[in-house]
């Protein structure tokens, strides 16, 4: 009998895989995602002094779409890019949650890369 899988797992398995390769730095933070069924959350971190240098996600007030969906990640893209230029936080790595880079992931990627951030 085929048992069907547990997507929340098989996601924190390879989030963990991607995890041992990724890290950031102080020169080079790390960009993690989370995207939950409501919300969508984006933050920078310093993975060496175990700080969160910025954060952005659908909970703020700036941000006008209240939903997880593509509209949403472009405009948390856009605020987090533009929160970390403030900060002079111009490269990143992508850590991408153990999420497949497809839809709301991809938006969020592109519209912080057309904010200014490099990765």
């Not at 230029?85 to 990627?109: M, P, Q, S």
Request: charged letters at 30%; a positive charge; hydrophobic letters at 35%.
């Amino acid at each position: 009998m085929v048992s069907s899988t547990n997507r929340k797992l098989e996601r924190t398995r390879r989030h963990k895989r991607v995890r041992t390769k990724v890290s950031g730095t102080a020169d080079r933070p790390r960009l993690c995602i989370y995207r939950s069924n409501t919300n969508i959350y984006a933050q920078i971190i310093d993975d060496v002094a175990g700080n969160t240098l910025v954060s952005a996600s659908t909970l703020e007030k700036s941000v006008k779409t209240k939903h997880a969906n593509k509209e949403a990640a472009k405009e948390v893209g856009l605020l987090i890019a533009k929160k970390a230029t403030e900060k002079n936080i111009k490269e990143v790595v992508f850590d991408r949650g153990g999420y497949i880079y497809h839809g709301v992931v991809k938006e969020l990627a592109e519209a912080a890369r057309e904010g200014g951030l490099v990765f």
